[in-house]
């Protein structure tokens, strides 16, 4: 017996990273899975792998969300579960965000969550219910410098967690939301996109750089993050929702002054 056997679930931003490791480990529990995403290449690879439905879907286009969940349900039928994973993220300083960049992070992290809600929370009420794991961050929580549209983007995403998870409880649906540290990504480590970079060597250095921020000393994983969302799409979150779940190695516990 698998943990989703038998769920539709959703996964946008699957084509890699943690959305790909979700969309991995949730086949492996016995779902049908829809890889969601705009890197179509990657994405229909990950699906063909999977045995797994790959739709094309920009999360901050509600045309594109109305497409995908005409694709699904004519595939299956039916939508039991929804990962807003998708995100990007940009650096700046506040004053130096250009308008356009603010805008282009909010339209995907904080309207692609949005959209998703509106749009899939119908279609998995009228399968009876079920679950919406939204991705935020550790910066839905704290301040980090040089990322604040991005940070506000997550603050935004808890909000929505809660907010949908107080008005859908009654349709059987449970809200929820991740909150990951630093996460060994191509988000994270670039090094991962490009040919002649060797992964494995950043990843090092990444461990190396958090051993002195995070207690469990080491850049996350993103089968570990993996892990927390499917707990969080099965039964065994049950009696959860409108929460959000820090996975970051202690990093926000606090500080060592020693
Ligand atoms: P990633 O860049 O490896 O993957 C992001 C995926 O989202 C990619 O496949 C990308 O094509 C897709 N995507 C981007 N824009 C999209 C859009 N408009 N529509 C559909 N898909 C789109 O990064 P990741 O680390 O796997 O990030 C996954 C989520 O985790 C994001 O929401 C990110 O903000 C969050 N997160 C990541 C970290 C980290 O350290 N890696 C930490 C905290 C939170």
Redo the contacts with the bound molecule.
């Keep these: 017996m698998g943990k989703l056997d038998g769920r539709v679930v959703i996964v ?9 490791q979700e969309a991995r480990l949730f086949a492996a529990e016995g779902a049908r899975v829809v890889v ?4 179509d290449d ?2 229909e690879d990950v699906a063909k792998e999977l045995d797994a439905l790959y739709v094309h ?4 286009r509600e045309d594109d969300w109305g497409a995908a969940v005409a694709a699904v349900k004519g595939a299956y039928g039916r939508i039991d579960g929804l990962v807003n ?5 940009r650096f700046n300083a506040l004053v130096d965000t250009p308008l356009d960049e603010f805008l282009q992070v909010v ?3 904080q309207v ?1 969550c949005f959209l998703g809600i509106k749009t899939v929370a119908g279609e998995i009420a009228a399968a009876g219910g079920g679950t919406i794991v939204n ?5 839905a929580l704290t301040g980090m410098a040089a990322v604040g549209t ?1 940070t506000a983007t ?1 603050h935004a995403i808890l909000g929505l967690t809660r907010v949908a998870a107080l008005e859908l409880a009654h349709q059987r649906i449970r809200v929820n939301a991740i ?10 480590n670039p090094a ?1 996109l490009d040919p002649t970079a060797d992964p494995e060597e950043m990843t090092r250095a990444l461990d190396e750089l958090y051993s002195k921020l995070v207690p469990l000393g080491r ?2 994983r ?1 089968e570990e ?1 993996a892990r927390l969302a499917l707990f969080l799409t099965s039964e065994d979150s049950s009696y959860i929702t409108g929460q959000p779940f820090v996975i970051d190695g202690g990093w926000l516990a606090g500080v060592s002054v020693i």
């Design positions: 946008t931003g699957a084509a890699r990273g943690q959305g790909e969601a995403d705009v890197l990657r994405g879907l920009d999360v901050g994973n998708a995100g990007i993220l339209q995907v992290n692609g991705t935020a961050s550790y910066t991005y997550k909150c990951p540290g630093a996460v060994d990504t191509p988000m994270s991962q850049v996350g993103p993050v």
